[in-house]
């Protein structure tokens, strides 16, 4: 189904910059080292069965219809597999961990603040709270999912964008990915952020986002929590950057011991391998 749209409203797009290379070293040299706390499971599938928590943190239990519950259960491509972007080739800095097996478009849509947005939609989706499924787009548009499958479609008139109807009502899953991909290429950091809430740090929790609006701008979204008998917490960063690729577990530099987790104990600046975010960049839905 063929969308058009009136080129006289410009949409403000922001993208990651592809920093990759400077992390190849690093990345090297962390994939050499035997983490003592065998904190990886080669043969686990699935975000939870690949890594376990460090010594002396333990998963709390979820309950299975929150969004933490489907971040910690991602499904995972087997361990050693390579980030893929949308064009079919290959990232090269190994500044991941894991892959998360979800497939992507062959156009080049999904990057930082889409992969957070999708994977949003896509628990909101599975439950069947198509009326929750909703993104703004960066000229204030909301852009409902409920309008969506009533068979209407984004319209633009100078800068008037509404709703009309197009084609037959429809919630296939087909047709849910082929509203992410717009919502892709008309959304970005600055209109995810300012449909988020800020949070404090110490109330981190999974489906929390950091995210530092802006062109370029950078997202990633906290997948996993740990914690221990004093409330201290470690956790895991999926992303996506640019040119749009996979979403893939981050690694952390700051400290290869307990690395992909990332500690709750950070001051002002939150170091990932290709961004830094401040401690106020924590977001929730």
Not at 132 to 143: Q, V
Not at 199 to 211: P, T
Request: charged residues 20%; proline residues 4%; positive net charge.
């Amino acid at each position: 189904m063929k969308i058009y749209f009136i080129l006289t409203l410009i949409f403000l797009t922001n993208h990651c910059k592809d920093t990759t290379s400077s992390s190849t070293a690093l990345s090297n040299n962390l994939r050499n080292t035997v983490n003592p706390q065998k904190l990886i499971n080669a043969t686990g599938n699935t975000l939870a069965t690949r890594f376990n928590p460090p010594l002396g943190y333990k998963r709390r239990k979820l309950p299975p219809a929150s969004f933490g519950y489907f971040l910690r259960n991602l499904p995972l491509k087997p361990i050693g597999s390579k980030v893929m972007y949308y064009n079919g080739s290959f990232k090269k800095a190994n500044v991941y961990e894991a892959v998360v097996d979800m497939e992507i478009s062959n156009e080049n849509l999904q990057q930082c603040a889409d992969a957070v947005m999708r994977l949003r939609g896509e628990y909101l989706y599975a439950k069947k709270a198509y009326h929750e499924i909703s993104f703004r787009l960066t000229n204030g548009f909301r852009m409902d999912y409920s309008e969506w499958i009533k068979g209407n479609r984004l319209a633009v008139e100078g800068n008037h964008t509404y709703w009309r109807m197009k084609s037959s009502p429809s919630n296939t899953y087909q047709d849910f990915r082929r509203y992410l991909e717009v919502v892709f290429a008309y959304a970005s950091t600055i209109s995810l952020s300012q449909s988020l809430k800020s949070k404090n740090l110490g109330e981190l929790q999974i489906g929390d986002v950091f995210i530092q609006a802006g062109s370029p701008g950078h997202a990633v979204i906290v997948v996993d929590v740990a914690e221990n008998d004093k409330g201290k917490k470690m956790f895991l960063l999926a992303q996506s950057y640019m040119p749009a690729q996979e979403t893939q577990i981050l690694r952390n530099f700051n400290d290869k011991n307990i690395s992909p987790w990332y500690s709750g104990d950070i001051a002002d600046k939150l170091f990932t391998p290709e961004w830094t975010f401040m401690s106020s960049h924590l977001k929730t839905w």
